[in-house]
């Protein structure tokens, strides 16, 4: 009778369980976090002073950003995403994003000796042999991978080498599913929107991150279309190092020299200037024009777009210029979607209250109306979900407030393929709120919308209209369109 090897065995009933652990895990925390604000909201409801209510909101904020602070760095995963997309200064309370923020590229590394295995597997040769020098401190670490500087051998500018950490793929998908369960609960009870949509297209995007060859090649085609389609360059790309890149596990690009735009204020006052000042306004408003400009060519020009613009991707590089990192999450849309969202950012761009109801309907965004100005709340959801501009003294945009839109029309179907459009138009939302600029991306993108449905044969010469109101005439030349 053959002997069972004990340390095996007990591997295998671990990993066989781990699933199940992890969803015990999330289900513990996330209905500790949730039944917490229940019970805080009826506390809360009996206290008529605002002052105080509102002190006792921040404390409660505080408690619950700890809490999900503590979740995310501890189950890692999928779940420094879900970081990644509520901790923003425009759409979570403050006490979340102080939290939260921290987790843009501070998640759990891979060991060293585990990093030197991967590279030598992947790449066939020992770490000696590839690089001159290699820093095994990584310069960050988010959740599918962390990045470490490096120079080849034979070169002498330096190189960002990506490592994907292993076995974290099978973790995501057990939270995906967990969360998927999660959206569906709280859409019935407390957010009236297609959460479940949602969730099912940031499975399709995850799963695309783990290939690190369709990374590269998204790298090289982004670069190659904003340089095609600008004389001077308005967003830095690294370039892909051809031969040093694998199909899952290894990534090599250009070093990007830069400053995290997380750390833009600390680095203005470094150099003895006062962030509050007319020269760092205008810095801030030269690296949100290069992003509004670079994200609405790839949107609207190219159908094909870098849907990721969190904080952590993003450098400061000199004189104001913009590096925008990381391609795993990266999104093309089929021309009809394209060319329905450059309509819908042409309603939004005029105030088009009729315009901006058809075009959610052309969009596939299935709305019901729980209110009786429907109109005018159809217009506001349409800002809410496709605009960064707050309204006039507001400073955070409570999506799910009581008397917000998504409460007064609820939205019962939200084109999966649509929320990687969304979530790029939150995150430049959230940017611009933690900049200080408040602005309208649609009417920023207005020319290129038109341009956009110019093109397709939607508008004619007669309907153009440009920012000063003066007809505009393109040339069908233009390279870049798609058709």
Known sequence: MPLINLKEFQEKISTQFRPLQ????????????????KVFQFRVSFEKDMEKAEAMWERQHEHA????YSMCYDMGGFFLKVA?????????????????????????????NVVRLILENE??????????????????????????????????????VKVQHPGVQDLMMTDLTNLQTFALCVQKTDIKFDLFSVCKEMEKQIVYEFDFAREA??????????????????????????????????LTMEYIDGIPILNLKDEIIKRGINPDSKLAAAAKRTILK???LAYGQMILKSGFFHADPHPGNILICKHSEVAL???????????????????????????DHIRASEGLRELGIDT??????????????????????????????????????????????????????LRTVHLLRGLSVGLGVNYSCAEEWRPLAEEALYFSGRLKDEDLKSRNHHRRRFSRRSSGWSK
Not at 65 to 68: G, L, P, R, S, V
Not at 84 to 112: E, F, H
Not at 325 to 351: C, F, S, T, W
């Open 123 to 160: 790449l066939g040769k020992t770490v000696e042999d590839i690089f001159e020098r290699f820093d095994w401190d990584p310069i960050g670490s988010a959740s599918i991978a962390q990045v470490h500087r490096a120079r080849l051998k034979g070169d002498n500018k330096d190189v960002v």
């Open 217 to 250: 090649d998204a790298m090289d085609r982004i670069r190659s279309f904003l340089s095609a389609n600008n004389k001077k360059t308005i967003v830095k790309v690294p370039r892909v190092i051809k031969d040093m890149v694998t199909s899952r596990r290894v």
């Open 290 to 292: 290069s992003l509004t």
């Open 368 to 421: 019901l109306s729980l209110c009786e100005d429907e109109r005018t709340e159809l217009f506001k959801l349409a800002q809410v979900m496709f605009d960064t501009k707050l309204p006039p003294g507001v400073k955070i945009l409570q999506p799910f407030a009581e008397d917000s839109s998504i409460k007064k029309i609820a939205v019962q179907a939200f084109p999966e393929e649509l929320f990687s459009v």
């Open 22 to 37: 992890r969803s015990f895990r999330f289900w513990a925390r996330a209905a500790d976090i949730y039944t917490g604000y």
């Open 84 to 112: 990644q997309v509520i901790g923003k200064p425009d759409l979570a309370p403050a006490a979340w994003v102080r939290r939260l923020v921290t987790l843009c590229d501070q998640a759990p590394g891979t060991p060293s």
């Open 325 to 351: 990192l990381d391609y795993g999450q990266v999104k093309e849309l089929p021309n009809p979607l394209r060319l329905g969202y450059a309509n819908l950012v042409l309603a939004i761009a005029d105030n």
């Open 65 to 68: 950003a700890d809490k999900i």
